[in-house]
């Protein structure tokens, strides 16, 4: 069974940039599909990006295409974030996630069943 810590959030203004990173321990990550997901206050959690294991195709949710770019380091077995040009309405708490069953479309939260504790990433305007 995977373990996963991410790490990397902070605060940051408007049109900066972070890279989250998530470190895996336990089991290979390139075996799981993988993803990051966010959470507001008062909002519920939502897929930003996640990498599929088949094909090693990428998704991305619309508010983050053309900003975040999610990627892989197998030799560090860990995942990552950049997000470029940070908006306030990306607040949030940041979590990574795995699931070792094949995944495809739009991550859903429910379908995870490993998660990392969060990173806090927070844009001021």
């Known amino acids: 069974q995977v373990q996963l810590v991410e790490s990397g959030g902070g605060s940051v203004q408007a049109g900066g940039s972070l890279r989250l990173s998530c470190a895996a321990s336990g089991a290979t990550i390139s075996s799981y599909c993988t993803a990051w997901f966010r959470q507001a206050p008062g909002k519920e959690r939502e897929g930003v990006a996640a990498i599929y294991t088949v094909g090693g195709s990428t998704y991305y949710a619309d508010s983050a295409k053309g900003r975040f770019t999610i990627s892989q380091d197998d030799a560090k077995n860990t995942l990552y974030l950049q997000m470029n040009s940070l908006k306030p309405e990306d607040t949030a708490m940041y979590y990574c996630?795995?699931?070792?069953?094949?995944?495809?479309?739009?991550?859903?939260?429910?379908?995870?069943?490993?998660w990392g504790q969060g990173t806090q990433v927070t844009v001021s305007s």
């Open positions: 996630a795995a699931r070792l069953t094949p995944c495809g479309g739009r991550p859903k939260p429910q379908f995870f069943p490993t």
